[in-house]
């Protein structure tokens, strides 16, 4: 009986203490690429990648709300982060006359994130009616489509107002007017505003957002729903509502992220935001283990950095990333694999661990299965 | 076989289906079926199932495999849409209703084949049935305000009393996926009762078990009962347990009820021997 | 141009998507996989019949079979290789195993051929483009081939699905998997036939786009193999009339909205499209409904 409470008793914040790991790990990582930043230990083009790593974490964990907690598998989280980013960016040209570059960052965070809530509602209505691959293609439709919107999109500002149009005809500005958007060449002449600490804030309150949620009985109802439908419905809970906060969520969570990662560049096209960045960031979230918070913040990191640490192989370095992607998913999903990598762990658990290994507890078994 | 009435219950055509006239009679019967049935692609899966529930009543629905029963489940709780008839519920007509509004009406289910919410907890399966119980807005569950912490402070309550009826509080940080078979049947009874429903259908609740456990299940179904003071309407192929405890019976062959009544009518009732035994060969 | 130019364009380019989503289609039919790679093995076909053009000056016929002979054991290769390990895992592992695989593809054609775009001769240079109707019908000798060889391609799988023994054991392990191994059917030696079916079918396929479309570069694959995927949801995944219809009316959109519409937004009508079939026919135009047993 003392194994088993112990263990109920640990197990009772299994919520609470995920959520210690993801805050912890977060609050440690700033803390410490803070210092080495300002030791100088960290090269200019890694420097470059921390609000982009921030805004990776921020997508990755909003994706596995989607993917990992109400388990529908979307391809077009980068649609959301278009629209994020983008938005983002006029909001911050159109706020560029205020005081401090904080507010503008947050108020353009605030934008983006609402323009891609009001296009998760709009696409998550037909979208979460459907099931499995469909579900998946339609969100890879979705996310081509606003990238070939956007393709089109021209808005200019001068001091009458706003002017979007279809094409650079369209637009008539004054003498003091300049270009917000470009069609495919997307925002030019943004002013950064994105900072490491500002990225930071951002993950820590993504996760906020998301650890919440999942504890709580929206979450519960999520995940009660992506585990047996029919029980779910069973015991009285609509599927679509709840899916449905899930996926606005995530949508309005990568639309911040995408607000936060154009504002760190002077220029952002639509092509960044293609069917390949919505795989790139699907691959952080299923290394990290669906439905594993902790897991997505530190593949994001790792992932993000990876391509840079490779860069000594040079050409060979996204041949590298596409093996190792393999290789990983070989060895922790194979059976076999896995079996063998579970019995090392093991072994090296009980060599160097100085904590006991639980076993499940047997007696509980037979309490539970024999009489009272 | 279609009623006039829509919506009431008139003590004639009550007495007529009930399977305990004589038990009932005088009380509001909580669940009227009238002529419910279903075709899967022009073959008639359950047809003219016309019964009538008390609403304390523990009823038994048996009958030989593929006889439809679990089907009559499915039509009650809206997992299939009848073909014909239909069913009031306290006096609702269930038509047009899907399953999660029949649940909010007041059907909960089990499943034959157990559905429980296997990677969560023990304690969290519970709550997911108490959700409808558990008051706050999604902004008090985003920012987990001091309505968040109160109402699940309540619902974790909840959960552990629901739980003692069998016991299991001690396992309410569980996987319930990693449970013995009975205790995830017994979870999911559970989980049904945490929506408080007025009718509880049990599928083959005593599947799987052994004597001892089953015998403690029946006691426990009544107890559910006695406390509750809801009807329960289950599907069981152990004779023991459906005519120890079951007060009305009826019989399912070929998608057709062949007999309703007590128990000791059951018994003796020749349709339900050759439904079971078959055709005694004419010398 | 006229409409009914631009009609046989988008049946041409329709049946390129066709072909392609054939190989897609089969798959998931019996895998119960999405083969991201599949797009980039069009590209690999595309370069190997690029190279026995241009550096071995071999006829169309034979560099076009050595493309597929090459396709067909990449395709085998990848299974055994990369997904059949991953068999019975779940679906999202081995997704991203194949997006994995089809970064690897694109990387080593990187590699190996460089990112210039390299110019595919088409199979027909010398042939002459034929007019009808006055001119109001102007048909190239791609269009009317890639139209042709699409038809054959299909009569040929229907017949091999439905008379031949393997194209039966083929069905049978798309029906259900367990069943068929106990009926003793080698569902392995079914899988890997049918990826060597559809990675030929890509070979084919490469080389049917790139005489259209003239440039090959690595990753000239990646945006049909989408689209043709798309097609093959279009028409029902899993269903072999459904790919080639799916395939048909997405290329007849394409043209046809690039033609009258924008060119900026072909493909955004494409994809909306066909999210509007899926919302009115959920499992596509000529899917299975499936149903959860209760």
Not at chain 3, 237 to 242: H, K
Request: proline fraction near 3%.
């Amino acid at each position: 009986m003392n194994t088993l409470m112990k263990m109920t008793k640990s197990n009772m914040n299994q919520y609470k203490r995920s959520a210690l790991w993801s805050y912890g790990i977060t609050i440690a990582g700033f803390v410490i690429v803070s210092i080495m930043v300002s030791a100088g230990l960290i090269s200019n083009s890694l420097q470059g990648q921390l609000v982009p790593i921030c805004a990776y974490i921020s997508l990755a964990v909003s994706l596995n709300l989607v993917v990992g907690i109400s388990g529908e598998l979307s391809l077009g989280h980068a649609g959301f982060m278009a629209i994020g980013a983008f938005s983002g960016v006029i909001a911050a040209t159109l706020f560029q006359s205020l005081p401090f570059l904080w507010v503008k960052l947050v108020i353009a965070i605030l934008v983006g994130g609402l323009f891609a809530g009001v296009a998760g509602v709009i696409i998550g209505v037909p979208v979460l009616r459907l099931r499995g691959d469909y579900l998946a293609i339609v969100t890879l439709a979705f996310g081509e489509i606003i990238r070939n919107v956007l393709n089109v999109i021209y808005v200019g500002l001068d001091e009458k107002g706003l002017q979007v149009s279809t094409s650079m005809d369209g637009i008539h500005l004054s003498e003091q007017g300049s270009m917000i958007l470009n069609g495919p060449m997307g925002a030019t002449g943004v002013t950064k505003l994105s900072t490491f600490f500002a990225g930071f804030l951002l993950v820590m309150f993504t996760l906020f957002v998301v650890l919440n949620l999942i504890n709580s009985k929206h979450g519960r109802a999520i995940m009660a729903m992506r585990d047996n439908r029919i029980a779910a419905e069973s015991v009285g809970l609509s599927a679509t509502n709840f899916k449905m906060t899930a996926f606005v969520t995530g949508a309005i969570l990568a639309g911040m992220a995408g607000a936060l990662f154009a504002l760190n560049y002077s220029t952002v096209a639509p092509v960044k935001f293609n069917f390949n960045t919505s795989i790139f960031i699907l691959v952080f979230v299923v290394l990290g283990g669906i439905g594993n918070i902790t897991g997505s913040i530190i593949s994001a990191a790792v992932l993000t950095i990876l391509p840079e640490a490779l860069r000594q192989f040079s050409d060979y370095r996204m041949l590298t990333y596409a093996i190792v992607l393999i290789i990983v998913m070989l060895a922790t999903n194979n059976p076999q694999l896995k079996a063998l990598t579970a019995a090392a762990s093991k072994q090296f658990k009980a060599k160097f661990s100085r904590t006991r290994v639980y076993k499940r507890p047997q007696k509980a078994d037979e309490e539970m299965g024999g009489t009272k | 076989m279609i009623f006039p009435t829509v919506g009431v219950n008139t003590l004639t055509d009550y007495k007529g289906h009930s399977l305990l006239p004589e038990r009932d009679a005088e009380q509001r019967p909580v669940l009227e079926i009238q002529g419910l049935g279903i075709d899967f692609g022009g073959l008639t899966a359950v047809n003219d199932f016309t019964i009538t529930l008390g609403p304390t009543e523990i009823s038994g629905l048996i009958g030989p495999n593929g006889a439809g029963k679990t089907t009559v489940f499915n039509l009650l709780t809206k997992v299939y849409q009848p073909t014909r008839g239909t069913f009031y519920l306290d006096g609702k007509d269930t038509a047009g209703m899907n399953t999660v509004q029949v649940n909010q009406a007041g059907i909960a289910r089990t499943f034959q084949n157990i559905r429980l919410f296997d990677k969560m907890t023990v304690e969290e399966n519970v709550k997911i049935g108490l959700h409808r119980d558990i008051h706050y807005s999604l902004g008090g569950a985003l920012f987990h305000t001091p309505f968040y912490r109160k109402a699940e402070k309540r619902a974790h309550e909840r959960a552990l009393e629901l739980l003692d009826i069998f016991d299991m509080a001690d396992f309410a940080y569980a996987q319930a996926g990693s449970l013995p078979y009975g205790a995830q049947r017994r979870l999911e009874i559970l989980r049904a009762l945490a929506t408080d429903p007025k009718v509880l259908l049990l599928d083959e609740p005593a599947a799987g078990m052994n004597p001892s456990e089953t015998s403690d299940l029946m006691e426990a179904i009544t107890k559910i009962r006695d406390t509750f003071k809801i009807c329960i309407l289950l599907i069981e192929h152990d004779m023991n347990l459906v005519m120890g405890i079951c007060e009305g019976i009826a019989v399912l062959n070929f998608g057709q009820i062949i007999a309703k009544g007590t128990p000791q009518e059951i018994q003796s009732n020749p349709q339900v021997i050759e439904a079971y035994l078959g055709r005694k060969k004419e010398a | 141009m006229t409409a009914l130019t631009y009609l046989t364009g988008g049946l041409s380019l329709g049946s390129v998507y066709a072909i392609i989503a054939l190989g897609y289609t089969m798959v998931y039919g019996i895998a119960k996989m999405l083969n991201f790679a599949h797009g980039d093995v069009i590209m690999i076909g595309g370069y190997v019949v690029f190279c026995t053009f241009t550096y071995m000056n071999l006829p169309v016929w034979l560099g076009l079979l050595l493309g597929m002979v090459v396709c067909t054991v990449l395709g085998i290769v990848i299974e055994k290789l990369a997904y059949k390990p991953l068999r019975g895992t779940s679906s999202l592992a081995v997704l991203i195993t194949a997006i994995g695989v089809s970064y690897f593809l694109q990387n080593a054609a990187l590699l190996v051929f460089g990112s210039a775009p390299k110019v595919f001769t088409s199979m027909f240079a010398k042939a002459n483009n034929i007019e009808l109707a006055d001119g109001k019908l102007i048909l190239t000798p791609e269009t009317i081939f890639t139209i042709l060889i699409c038809v054959l391609i299909m009569i040929g799988l229907q017949v091999f699905i439905t008379k031949t023994k393997m194209g039966k054991a083929m069905r049978a392990v798309s029906e259900d998997n367990d069943a068929a191994r106990l009926m003793g059917i080698n569902v392995n030696q079914a899988i890997s036939t049918t990826f060597a079916i559809g990675s030929a079918l890509a070979a084919v396929a490469g080389v049917l786009l790139c005489s259209s479309y003239p440039t090959l570069m690595p990753t000239t694959g990646a945006m049909p193999g989408i689209k043709a995927f798309t097609a093959a949801v279009f028409g029902g995944i899993g269903s072999i009339p459904g790919a080639m219809v799916g395939g048909l009316i997405l290329g007849i959109i394409e043209i046809l909205s690039r033609a009258y519409i924008s060119t900026e937004l072909s493909d955004a009508i494409v994809f909306g499209v066909l999210i509007v079939v899926l919302l009115v026919k959920p499992t596509g135009l000529l899917g299975r409904k499936i149903t959860e047993k209760v």
